[in-house]
């Protein structure tokens, strides 16, 4: 980290995503004393295989599990844009209101999800994809040029973002250590508990995952990313 930071933005597709991708990490910066914002784009409504739950109850569920997440974590406040799960697409639309909420809250970090293609196809949705995409053409340059969609002015003055993580799991460039917030991470995944039959199951490959991310670094537990320093 270059400078204090003061406020963080996390820009995510699903209720979920920013936990299983950087809760530990989160937890770690408000306790270093950080305002953190989420801001999820879909509301999370075709998430189930449960055949009897309805798309709408399922959204409800999942925006008061996200909300439950955010708390544990000490995340000031929690941003649902309510797009479509499954068919977000890269629109002005999208863009408009993603650069909104960068405008709004003026992060001096973003977080968000990676663009690309992995070998973690699970943590390379399409959403995901997309959202991610979008995040990171809002904060350069759309969040950032006043000429840029217009109608946000005078209420929504351009920011710029300092610093931009991006959830990297191929050869990061930045290895968190989340040693001393993992049971934080895994308390808020608890939250999500729509998500999942069997949570010890996946606590454990939490923990593997987590583990091995830090063993190069000699961290016992771990979140990675690439990390963006943006040009003043």
Request: proline content about 4%; charged content about 30%; overall charge negative.
């Amino acid at each position: 980290m270059t400078e204090k930071l003061e406020r963080v933005m996390v820009v995510t597709a699903h209720p979920d995503d920013s936990e299983f991708g950087a809760a530990g990490t989160i937890a770690k910066l408000v306790k270093e004393g950080c305002e953190v914002t989420y801001v999820i784009v879909t509301n999370g409504n075709k998430g189930s295989s449960d055949r009897t739950m309805p798309p709408e109850r399922l959204a409800r569920i999942r925006q008061d599990e996200q909300r439950a997440a955010a708390r544990m974590l000490g995340v000031e406040r929690v941003e649902f844009l309510g797009y479509e799960d499954g068919e977000v697409e890269d629109t002005r639309a999208t863009r408009l209101d993603v650069t909104r909420q960068i405008r709004r809250w003026r992060p001096d970090l973003l977080i968000t999800m990676n663009p690309n293609r992995t070998y973690n196809l699970g943590g390379s949705h399409r959403d995901h994809r997309i959202v991610a995409g979008l995040a990171l053409d809002c904060v350069y340059p759309l969040a950032r040029d006043h000429m840029a969609f217009p109608e946000l002015m005078p209420e929504f003055e351009p920011h710029k973002v300092r610093e931009v993580y991006v959830m990297q799991w191929e050869n990061p460039h930045l290895v968190v250590d989340i040693s001393e917030t993992i049971d934080l991470k895994l308390k808020a995944l608890a939250c999500h508990a729509s998500q999942f039959k069997d949570f010890a199951g996946l606590e454990k490959r939490v923990r593997e995952r987590s583990a091995e991310l830090g063993k190069a670094r000699g961290f016992a537990y771990a979140e990675t990313f690439d990390h963006i320093v943006m040009q003043r």
